[in-house]
Every structure is written in C-alpha cells, then in structure tokens.
C-alpha cells in the first residue's frame, strides 16, 4: 500500500463502521461514584483507629528475612513514621529519614533484645541493685534512654559518652551477629583483633573475643584470603 492509499483509506482514520453508530448515554443510575459518595465512606471510616505493635515474633521474622544491620534500622524507622503520620495526617514529614528517626529505631531495637537477654539483670538495676552473672564485673547501668552500658572507672576520660559506656550486647543474639557482621563489611573483612575494637567503639558485647573470631572465621571472604590477625 502507497502513502497515497493509505490517505485515502477511512478504515485506518476513522475505524469500522460499527464503532461509529454505538451511542452510550450515561445516567446517574450506571453506579458511577461522586464525591459524595466518597466523603460519606469517609465519614463513617473516620472512627477507626491504628495500634502498631511490634512483638518479638515480627522482630525475629524481621532478623530471618534479612541480615542487613543498617536495612533492619530503616525498617523500623518507617514503621514508627507510618505509625506518625497515621496518628496526625496533618503534620506530615517530608522527606528522608532524618537522624532522629533512625537513632530512635536503633535504640528501640537495642533495647528489646536487652530485655530478653537481661531482663532479670535490668529489673535488679530498676530497684537499685546490683546484677549478677556474666556482666557484674562490667559495672552495667542504664542510661536516660533505658539501654544497658558498661559503667567503668574512666568516667574523667575525654572520650565521648559512647566509647566510654559502650552499650552491652549479649552472646547468643541474632542482632549481635549482624552488629558484627556489618562492621566487619564496612571495614573491608579486617581480623578479629581489629574488629573487636572497632565494634567496642559502640558496642560491648558478651565473650567477646570467641564470638569475633568465630564470625570472621565464617566469612568465605577472609577464608579464601587467609588475613593475619594482630594478636
């Protein structure tokens, strides 16, 4: 076909005949919703109400989906910021997570796994005295924000509040192998030696030494390179 009888052709323009002589009249009653059909459902809805409840069986499902340490912290943090919005639609955020939200999901978590492993040790410190067990000789105490630290005598150091009461994290947690797992990777597969002191910047965890050599040993990256350790 030439560009010539393509110009001609009305089938191609203009489509089948049929379609042409199909009229459609349109009425109130087709079941086509208006505007106030849609504030009256919202009218009645308004009386609902939403709980956010995060248990320890979607925090452990949450662990098993994903070992992303930094991934889990932003999870977390559009939870509570769903949960903002929901409760004031009107003073919506903008924007990325900021700062805040990310430090208050991250103490959030740190918090609920120091219950479970040092739910008898904290309600001791609750009443003024001392825990008992694996971390009595730490001193522990629990700062404004109910976390577990490592109290000390270097309270006259000048180093920040953080490296001096880094906080306490138990042995056999599934967060204490991401926290480890992540600084392994951020600091590019370094030994043990290193790695415990680089975590201890932050975090004080329980049988420290074991855990650490037991978690690079597993890390096919540094198994293939063999990396010498600074014992």
Not at 147 to 168: A, C, D, T, Y
Not at 190 to 205: A, K
Request: hydrophobic share 40%.
């Amino acid at each position: 076909m030439t560009p010539q009888q393509l110009m001609d052709k009305s089938l191609w323009w203009n489509g089948p005949q049929f379609l042409q002589q199909v009229t459609v009249e349109l009425s109130d009653e087709n079941g086509i919703s208006t505007e106030d059909d849609y504030l009256l459902v919202l009218k009645r809805e308004s009386d609902k109400s939403l709980a956010l409840t995060l248990d320890s069986t979607f925090l452990d499902s949450l662990l098993s989906i994903s070992n992303n340490y930094s991934k889990l912290i932003r999870v977390i943090s559009f939870l509570f910021k769903f949960a903002n919005i929901s409760r004031n639609p009107k003073s919506r955020p903008d924007g990325p997570l900021t700062t805040m939200e990310l430090q208050r999901a991250k103490l959030f978590i740190i918090k609920y796994f120091q219950k479970i492993a040092f739910q008898d040790n904290v309600k001791l410190l609750l009443r003024g005295k001392q825990p008992a067990g694996k971390i009595k000789n730490l001193n522990p105490f629990l700062d404004d924000n109910g976390i577990l630290r490592v109290g000390g005598r270097i309270q006259k150091s000048s180093v920040n509040f953080v490296k001096k009461h880094p906080i306490i994290l138990p042995d056999k947690s599934n967060f204490t192998k991401i926290v480890i797992l992540y600084s392994h990777l951020k600091n590019m597969h370094i030994g043990h030696q290193n790695l415990l002191y680089c975590v201890r910047r932050e975090f004080w965890t329980l049988n420290g030494r074991s855990i650490f050599k037991k978690n690079v040993h597993r890390s096919i990256t540094c198994f293939k390179a063999k990396p010498l350790a600074n014992d």
